[in-house]
Nanobody, 116 residues
Framework: QVQLVESGGGLVQAGGSLGLSCAAS????????MGWYRQGPGNQRELVAT???????DYADSVKGRFTISRDNAKNTVYLQMNNLKPEDTAVYLC??????????WGKGTLVTVSS
């Protein structure tokens, strides 16, 4: 069984910063892709950022230049540093991992609220 536990969400004023982390544990042999998604009120789930095992990253246009994704392969942990936050960044942030065998796992999410 695989578990993903996100942490670091909270309330922040516009222009502020928050850091999220997601630790994977359980029966994981090797993780290929790690990523963050978000789902705001009344919105569909959308991709925020992904990072491969080799460190290649990809970002949604809306967060480029403000968010940074990173990972610690030894700890099976992915991070998301969010700077210059905007009210429209308010959402539940969920992490996802995908193993080399193709299995995908989701965390339960952590709420980020940005006040104007």
């Amino acid at each position: 069984q695989v578990q993903l536990v996100e942490s670091g969400g909270g309330l922040v004023q516009a222009g502020g910063s928050l850091g999220l982390s997601c630790a994977a544990s359980g029966n994981i042999f090797s993780i290929n892709l790690m990523g963050w998604y978000r789902q705001g009120p009344g919105n569909q789930r959308e991709l925020v950022a992904t990072i491969t095992s080799g460190g290649s990253t990809d970002y949604a246009d809306s967060v480029k230049g403000r968010f940074t994704i990173s990972r610690d392969n030894a700890k099976n942990t992915v991070y998301l540093q969010m700077n210059n936050l905007k009210p429209e960044d308010t959402a539940v942030y969920l992490c996802k991992i995908q193993t080399y065998s193709g299995y995908g796992y989701w965390g339960k999410g952590t709420l980020v609220t940005v006040s104007s």
